[in-house]
């Protein structure tokens, strides 16, 4: 058996965990949403079918928290990669202790624990839009400042002294060697963002005001303030098509 072939067998029954549980939680939403809302203290109507909780999807006060969550999702995209590129641009050539010292610092955020961050950046940061897209790139930035770092430490040492021995100006190894070879990097980054954007929550819940929900605050509104689970499930499978959509456009790539 080749390595490879031993390497998937071990794996096989967490991924058909993942897998499984993934295709079952997807299901089991979908059914859920096409529920009928319940009566009195029923949180829904078992047995029955209804497009009623979809009926709503479309009305003005969804549209708006749809074009929130995309929003979010391009704006936490864009910052945590930008802010991620240049901390990773001032960590990589450090080396030994001093390296491990920056990385301490920027990862600091999660070390601390996202409640203490949050309640934090409430003293600090206005309420509203604003307010919850910093605190979700906040959260974000050393995930992708992490992953940048890597991608720029393991470019060849040798190259940047080279083009500069030729000639070649610190723009110009920033756009010619640095940013083709860190390319794939930046494209995980801006997937990250963009997923994690769309699934915002703890952001806009501590410093978002009513007119800044996202779907995942909304969601939570529906099913365990309101009891009405078809409606929640209606957006949770909004939501799923929308971070299915950012992986699949993050994932594609143009043949050479």
Known sequence: ????????????????????????GAILTVRM??????????LFEPGSVSLSSWASMGD?????????TILTGLGVSLLSTAIGALLAMLAAPFAGLRFMGVMVLILAP???????????????LPRGWIGSLIAETWLLVPYSTLILVIALRGI????????RGLGASRWQVLRWIIWPLSLPAVALTLQ??????????LGPLFLGGPDQSTLAVEIHHEA???????????EGVVLMVLT????AAGSWRPRP
């Open 224 to 234: 365990f303030d309101l009891g009405r689970w078809p409606r929640a499930a209606a």
């Open 1 to 24: 058996m080749t390595l490879l072939r031993a390497s998937i067998a071990i794996l096989l029954p967490a991924l058909l965990l993942v897998v499984g549980g993934t295709a079952a």
């Open 110 to 124: 999660r070390l601390s624990g996202v409640l203490a961050s949050l309640f934090g950046l409430q003293r600090l």
């Open 33 to 42: 949403s096409l529920h009928a809302p319940g009566a009195g203290a029923g």
């Open 192 to 201: 990250l963002g963009w997923v994690w954007g769309f699934g915002a929550f």
């Open 60 to 68: 003005a006060h969804h549209r708006g928290i749809v074009l929130t």
């Open 156 to 163: 060849d040492p040798h190259l940047v002294p080279a083009a």
């Open 244 to 247: 299915a959509s950012a992986m």
